[in-house]
């Protein structure tokens, strides 16, 4: 092709889900960190209002809704955004905040998106390395913040190591750069109950972005929200188009803030049930695994290629990381206690097999 395009645009790879162009639903799905089950059948009379009543033609609109998250989340209207999933949250921050050329410190490996949009806006991703026992890097974390820095990125839990970030952190960084967004990614914030949120009171420079993806089931209706200080989001409104949302996800949403109890029995379920499981049965048998405060882990089996084949075989999909640090672990989504009992059987089958071909 001839047509010029920016120069940092055409050093990029395009962002490619894996398994593209399988069919993932013949899986049990511990890849992608989604809900392993589908929406609730108690959330079909929503759907079912939503086509009824004709709003698929229409443009969506949010006054309704907005007081409920608001509830839910503990704030006024004013200060949330909805978003196209908290990936367009993503985006919507760092194009309000970076030029290109601009610093934004982040503790890596991290989420891909945030340096993939970093990147498109041409600014320069100070990536601070994670310890070697994958816990946060707070004291190299705070030095790597410097006069180029012009946004600061604490995802918390850390996706894909699954590390927390020790809230005296946060407040340090808030306290230290109050001229600087600090964004916060709390897209687990329903499986961990961690949040920085009471910090906003006394820091109108943080921004907290959540999802209804995990906790929810609705990875596929791409919904997500912003919070922040009511001049902030001001700011980020003239970033966000006004129709971004669909009124499907808005609609289902809503349902589940009414039927909070669906999402809240899934979350203890794979809390208190699923998680606790496959930590003990790892223990037991000498599988090597890094503890995480949210629902996933990293696995660091005899020989991850192998192993991830293998499940896959089985019937079983888990996500191998591509980060140097990581190349030796495959990322496990973590669901009810049934669906773990399935995975320990197949793995554990297939670490012993291992074991007796490479220790005869």
Known sequence: MNIRVRPNIHALTAYA????????????????????????????????????????????????FLPKLAAYVGVDENQLILTNGSDQGIEIVLRAFLDPGDGMVVAQPEFPIFSHAAKII????????????????????????NANTRLVVLINPNNPTGSTVPMEIIQTVLARHPNLPILVD????????????????NH????????????????????????????????????????????????????????????????REVMTQGKPFVENAFREHGVQFFPASANFMLVQPLDRDQAVAAMKEQGILVRPMVAPSLLKTFRLTLGPLEEMEKFITKFLLYTNKLKERVYP
């Not at 946060?136 to 974390?141: A, G, H, L, N, R």
Request: proline share 7%; net charge negative.
């Open 17 to 64: 889900p894996p398994w593209t162009g399988l069919d993932r639903t013949r899986y049990l799905r511990l890849d992608l960190n989604e809900n392993t089950r589908a929406l609730p059948p108690e959330i079909r009379p929503a759907l079912e209002r939503f086509w009824e009543s004709g709003a698929a033609s229409r443009y969506p609109e949010y006054l309704e």
């Open 186 to 201: 709390e897209a687990y914030f329903e499986f961990t109950g961690i949040t920085c949120l009471e910090l906003l009171r």
């Open 204 to 267: 109108s420079n943080l921004i907290v972005i959540r999802t209804f993806s995990k906790a929810f089931a609705m990875a596929g209706l791409r919904l997500g929200y912003v919070i922040a200080h009511p001049e902030m989001i001001g700011e980020l409104n003239k970033v966000r188009g006004p129709f971004d949302v669909n009124a499907c996800a808005v609609a289902v949403a809503s349902a589940q803030l009414d039927l909070l109890h669906l999402s809240q029995g899934y979350v």
């Open 122 to 145: 041409g600014a320069q991703v100070q990536g601070v390395p994670f310890n070697a026992d994958l816990s946060f890097p707070s004291d190299s974390f705070l030095e790597a913040i």
